[in-house]
């Protein structure tokens, strides 16, 4: 008689990398990133970060004190973790330069979702597009300045 065995789940399964959805606030929520040359630094980070980390920046919205952004790695990209954590660094590097100040610009952690549908995709970016008209600093979100896309990003 054949004993039966029982198959093991997989702990990981991998089908393609994910869109992950992405927020980070400013060390103790000061309200820095709404202004022209602050917002520019942070656009130019993420218009950078395929070459650098190998992750692909789809839409965003940059808040006074916090960022929402969508990111898909590359095959070869480093893990989620290390390329926040190096995208931090490069933006308070430079936000420190120009602000000249040495002070803390992000909180350590950081906020991901992966998004399993292009539903969830389009339901959390109206979420997050929608963010400056609940915050009251514009009627219609599309007056807000600081949000936009790097690069169209599909499920």
Known sequence: MATRT????LSRVWVEPPI???????????KILDNK??????IDEWRNTRERHGWMIGQYVI??????????????????????????EWTSKRIQAETK????IWQERFFDHVLRSPNSYSSKWQYVQNNPVRAGLVK???????????????M
């Open 140 to 154: 219609n979100p599309n007056d807000w300045p600081w949000q936009g896309t790097i690069e169209n990003l599909s």
């Open 63 to 88: 808040m006074p004190d916090h960022v929402h952004f969508f990111c898909h790695p590359e095959w070869t990209a480093k893990k989620l973790p290390h390329f926040i954590m190096r995208w931090k």
């Open 20 to 30: 992950y959805f992405i927020t980070t606030c400013v060390q103790k929520r000061r």
């Open 101 to 104: 100040s040495d002070t803390p």
């Open 37 to 42: 040359i602050i917002a520019n630094i942070l």
């Open 6 to 9: 029982k198959l093991k789940r």
